[in-house]
């Protein structure tokens, strides 16, 4: 193991113990989101109100030095300018200079993404695809560090906008906090009764160990069995029964990369089908589009992939 690989090895244990010292009681989704994070992809987060998502956006930023986090409430009259900034009238120079929206960020919370309408939610394509955004004709890039969680609470649909297809293959993961043992839920409250802990939290990473551990994941070995694996996995999505719209190459990419970044979290230096399967399911699943016939038969992308997962022959 090269000592490059070691040191953000270091790196990346230390950012999921600050991290879970917060969110307790989820230690597993708290390392697939690093994952996500080091892998340089996108979150979204579907779970109900209280369950933490807000706090373990605010615990990733304290936990980093120089690491800038907006968060943006979306509502149904948000306008694009709202995320990316406009071009605004200098009434003495009589010329136009840009105010930088809140997409100028490292860390980036779109909270209840799907409460905002379609023509909102389509400002974040180009910059969760390709980390700038165009502006009057511009091109504005983003922070090297740039990552977005993006939270819907499953349970108020009303005044809600799906998001459509296109979105959803820009995140790499989609995952859930879920409701916390009773002993871990105890422990929450009395980690809250001088006030809350993220106040209090110390960062113990930099920005530019941030990136040099981004860095090291594209270092995890990936042999070519593996890779071959990777393919077959989203591939048998595509022309399978029920599924209107397969995922795509993007998400062989992305299951490549936190699989890599997985890896790396876990203290090895080249990737396993283990890694590969345990988060297969968050990487592809939000990608399907069922018809209507398993819609009404309770089938789920989730139980698609899963079955997958157990069909699709692992390399030895």
Known sequence: ??????????????????????????????RRILACL???????????????????????????TEVNFSRVQFTPDLLPSDILGMSILDQASQSFSFQKGPIFTDILLADEINRA????????????????VTIDGKRHHLSHAFF??????????????????????????????????????????????KGHPVDSM??????EELIECREAVTKVRVTDEMRNYIVALVAATRGRESVQLAASPRASLSLMQLSQALTLLKGEDFVTPETVQSIAVDVIAHRLVLDSDARFSGLTARKIVEDIVQEVPVPV
Not at 1 to 30: C, F, N, P, R, Y
Not at 50 to 58: N, P, R, Y
Not at 202 to 207: D, E, F, I, M, T
């Open 38 to 64: 080091l892998a340089g992809g996108h979150v979204l987060l579907e779970d109900n109100p209280g369950t933490g998502k807000t706090t373990l956006a605010k615990a990733l930023s304290r936990a980093m």
């Open 148 to 193: 977005v969680i993006a939270t819907q609470n499953p349970v108020e649909f009303r005044g809600t906008y799906p998001l459509p297809e296109a979105q959803m293959d820009r995140f790499a993961l989609q995952s859930q906090l879920g409701y916390v043992s009773e002993e871990d839920e105890s422990a929450i409250l009395l980690s809250q009764t």
């Open 117 to 132: 309408s379609p023509r909102t939610q389509s400002a974040l394509l180009e910059a969760m695809g390709e980390s700038q």
């Open 1 to 30: 193991m090269s000592h490059t690989l070691a040191s953000s090895i270091v790196t990346a244990h230390a950012l999921h113990k600050a991290i879970t010292s917060i969110i307790q009681g989820q230690d597993e989704t708290v």
């Open 202 to 207: 110390q960062p113990v990473v930099s920005r």
